[in-house]
């Protein structure tokens, strides 16, 4: 008898686990920042997942902003390239080629933060439907910066 429960229960913890498993598509959609100043859509791009700012709280500079006329559409002014500082945020892809690594998590990626110009290997890992974890980093992630993204 003891031996019938022990496999009822793990077939249940064995189906409860996958229950909570994502799909590689799970991540697809409208997500906001930590600090809620900016929406990213994530999206297909070719066989991986990319991402791109689709709404700012701030979208155009403000008046006595140094990197920009008032009123105009603010632009990636901290981008390291001089050919690419003058680029609208608006509609700026910052996340590029990451692939579903199974169960909760993506990787294989790069994340650009416009806030300081610089690209980071990325991983991101689903907490629920509607978290999501993401991790920056150069050369291992034990060094990194890390946010929550909410849908």
């Known amino acids: 008898m003891k031996r019938a429960s ?3 229960t793990a077939l249940l913890l064995l189906i409860a686990s996958r229950a909570l498993a994502f799909t590689a598509d799970d991540i697809l959609g409208i997500w906001t920042d930590e600090e809620q100043r900016s929406k990213i859509e994530i999206f297909h791009c070719a066989d991986h997942y990319c991402g791109k700012i689709v709404w700012l709280k701030e979208a155009v500079f403000a ?4 990197h920009g006329a008032a009123g105009q559409p603010r632009t990636d ?3 390291p390239d001089p050919a690419l500082k003058d ?3 608006l509609g700026l ?3 590029d080629g990451f692939d579903f690594r199974g169960d909760d998590t993506w990787g294989g990626g790069q994340i ?8 980071y290997k ?3 890992r689903m907490e629920s439907k509607n978290r999501l974890f993401l991790k920056g980093y150069v050369g291992i992630p034990l060094f990194g910066r ?6």
């Open 87 to 89: 680029r609208k945020l």
């Open 122 to 124: 990325g991983r991101i």
């Open 146 to 151: 890390s946010t929550t993204w909410t849908r």
């Open 77 to 79: 002014w901290h981008n």
């Open 93 to 95: 892809r910052i996340m």
């Open 63 to 66: 008046p006595g902003d140094t």
């Open 6 to 8: 022990l496999v009822v």
């Open 112 to 119: 650009y933060d416009p806030r300081s110009g610089k690209t």
